[in-house]
């Protein structure tokens, strides 16, 4: 397998569908590179599938840091992609390079932040400072309070003309690909055929050039997972009759034997 760069998935686009996940840890992240995964985001979701919060919010640097770490010290082949989350780039660009810096410093290829025209001046900087952008826009789970829940988003003209506008805007800022989250197919094929970089969709339909999925959803270790998310496992209730054999075998005296 060869090494997956910046340059290596621009220029996929219109040659191959890039199939990418998330991973928060060494050992998923080491199975995912290994059966081929071009590119591990290690997102800010880590809030709701690892560390037990309803959103994304409350995610620091210092989460995001050190499974950064943990999964670029796992992986060979993939792109590794640290996610900058809520209050990491927000408050001045000055803040933004820092908190980036630091997410390369851990092991990240690449960072990724929500916003369309707003974090342009935001990615430009980064960019300018060597530093490869991955952009979000369309469904913002960062925005889960403005949106009053997790919505789906460009279902009006008006949302898709924003949403449209925002995805021209971060290409011409610099970003290397953009994730365009739960907004209509329909749009979503707009914004891929009209953008030169790739489009990473995650609940915006088939056209998109690659798709993201979550770890935890697409193995079945969720509970509940989005309408748009195909299960390729049910590792749930693999592991959990593992744990119940386990005990029942410590208190039966079968185990060590």
């Not at 056209?207 to 270790?221: F, P, S």
Request: with cysteine; proline share 4%.
């Amino acid at each position: 397998m060869k090494k997956w760069n910046v340059a290596a998935v621009r220029a996929s686009k219109g040659r191959m569908k890039l199939g990418c996940c998330t991973a928060y840890d060494a050992c998923f992240a080491r199975l995912a590179d290994e059966a081929g995964v071009p590119v591990i985001l290690v997102g800010d979701s880590i809030g709701m599938n690892v560390l037990g919060y309803e959103t994304t919010i409350p995610v620091s640097m210092e989460d995001v840091l050190s499974a950064v770490g943990a999964v670029s010290r796992s992986v060979k082949n993939a792109l590794v992609v640290g996610d900058m989350p809520f209050g990491s780039y927000q408050c001045s660009e000055d803040e933004a390079i820092k908190n980036a810096v630091s997410l390369i410093k851990a092991g990240a290829d690449a960072v990724k932040l929500e916003g369309g025209e707003s974090v342009c001046p935001i990615i430009r900087r980064l960019v300018s400072a060597g530093i490869p952008v991955l952009a979000h826009v369309g469904m913002m789970p960062q925005s889960v309070n403005a949106y009053g829940g997790f919505k789906k988003q460009g279902k009006t003209r008006e949302e898709a003309e924003k949403v449209f506008l925002d995805a021209k805007a971060v290409e011409d800022a610099g970003a290397f690909a953009v994730t365009l989250e739960c907004i209509p197919s329909d749009l979503a094929a707009e914004i891929t055929a009209a953008l030169k970089i790739p489009t990473i969709g995650i609940g915006a339909g088939p056209i998109c050039d690659a798709q993201w999925l979550v770890m935890h959803d697409m193995l079945g270790l969720n509970e509940k997972v989005p309408s748009f998310v195909r299960k390729y496992a049910d590792l749930a209730s693999t592991v959990r009759e593992a744990f119940s054999a386990y005990v029942s075998d410590v208190e039966k005296g079968a185990f060590p034997s």
